[in-house]
């Protein structure tokens, strides 16, 4: 599993012309699942993310998590975070989860950071969709279970 946590002031996702999922200060996560996944990671990836200390506190140090900041979760099914381009120009998706497993892997994911007591919106998962964001710092985070 690969999340990249990108500290936003907001964030929106937009498909065709409809916004689908928006957030304030917070955290965009773009989420890959490869196949095989363990459903373990779930769990390990969605305490780290809402316990992660990288929001500012009045000294200016990141120090503070999202629920420190009453921040909100825009959680965006991103398979090419599994894409490999080691080889030739065109990235393999190999590595990736299918559809199906991806879905409830995402699905899953969501529910749990949804349990974890912060509010959460999501993207569309498998649509074309247009991330709209305001970079707050910035500051991205790669995590990897």
Not at 6 to 30: E, F, K, P, Y
Not at 49 to 71: C, P, Q, T, W
Not at 126 to 140: F, I, K, S, W, Y
């Amino acid at each position: 599993m690969r999340v990249v946590a990108q500290r936003v002031a907001w964030a929106r996702v937009v498909v065709g012309d409809r916004a689908v999922g928006a957030i304030g200060r917070g955290l965009l996560l773009l989420v890959g699942f490869r196949a095989g996944e363990d459903p373990a990671a779930l769990d390990w990836m969605a305490d780290k993310v809402v316990g992660l200390r990288i929001f500012d506190d009045e000294a200016g140090r990141m120090n503070r998590s999202l629920a420190e900041v009453d921040g909100s979760l825009l959680v965006v099914s991103q398979v090419t975070l599994y894409g490999d381009a080691r080889k030739g120009r065109r990235p393999s998706f190999a590595a990736a989860a299918p559809p199906e497993e991806a879905r409830a892997l995402y699905e899953a994911f969501v529910a749990k950071l949804r349990a974890a007591g912060r509010p959460v919106a999501t993207g569309a998962f498998g649509a074309r969709m247009r991330v709209e964001l305001a970079n707050d710092g910035p500051v991205t985070i790669l995590l990897e279970r």
